[in-house]
């Protein structure tokens, strides 16, 4: 079965200083006959994956990844014991696996759309290079694998994106602000391909899981 | 294996009318220390899915349909022996199946970025009206399922679009401008999961499809 973990563009909560969403008709049924939608995005907007592009000079862009990478062998691990801003640490991470991507689920995905969500867990950059060393790309539910950057910022984290640059700068790909993971079997195959667009940083999604079985394959991890 | 049906958004050839594809800087490297992009495109621009309401004032939305909709059991319709604003009609349907989306393969892919690209076959209104009696679904590998309005318009051909209407109008669900449709086997699983809008009357995919086997499954049609 399939479900969606994407959170809808129209209420996107944009990172500091990214483009804002804007949907708006172009043609309409009572003037034209027909509907069609204007939309403006950042390539970065609501669920989306980031391109070693995004943050390393020399990384790659999305559409030189093989379209196969985007089916991935996902992996849940679950951080929900942390609170905001806390650091996720190499003693959090799983033994590796034969998975390609791990998916982290801080639960902080219930925040979308107030100002808790800025305040979300990161990766340390030894977690991410953990996970880079693996051969892991990486997915969260919250809007960075590194802390946004805010006025009630902690003393004890990093600066800048030092989880992006290992993950991005070892051509790893990062799949933020997915949703919905509640109950999903640990693993899955999560389907996230990006529109293409040659030579671009990031692009939104619809990021999609399919795992076997009805609803009673469902896990309850609460 | 998966193969990519997609064109890039940055080439795109668009329907009449419909707003371009603007694909810009909005941070960079140089300035910024790292790389997004800003994106202006229309909901029906390049490789995309149609909603019913597109064409049906009280048609539904794309956010309407259960996300497993867009992984669709596809069949391969051979349509290349069509010309220029030839139709394609009922007698060139096959036996009716348990697949959910009709795939007509035009060969018209190849005009992409052309004139030539806007003169594609199209289905007949009785066609359409088969397919959606059916429940299938509609996807081509050109501009529209109707005639594109044009200077060198036949005097046979249809005005309006009706083939939209059928489909649209019972509720199915079109997919326009696929390509790379080549030695695909005839049967496979078309993944074409628009991005999340909630009430919106199209959105580009990236269309991906999946079939059993490695290069020894594809097989020449030509």
Redesign the interface.
Known sequence: ????L??????TTVYP???SVE?AP??T?EV?G???????????S??HVDAP???E?DGRSL?SFP??T??FDALLVDCRGKGARDAVECDDLPEPTEDDLLVFRTGWDTRWGTDAYFDHPYLTSDAAAWCADRGYHVAIDALSVDPTPAENARDDEPEG?PAHHELLGDDRLIVENLTDLDGLPERFTL?A??????G???A???A?A?FQGGEDALVSID
Chains 1, 2 share one sequence.
């Open positions: 079965m399939y479900r969606d994407s959170h809808p563009l129209e209420t200083g990214d483009p949907i172009h043609a049924h034209d027909y509907r069609v939608s204007h939309l403006e995005l950042g390539s970065h609501g669920t592009c995004h943050t000079p559409d379209i196969e985007f089916a994106v389907y391909f990006p529109f293409s667009v040659g671009v940083d990031g939104p999604v619809r999609v399919e």
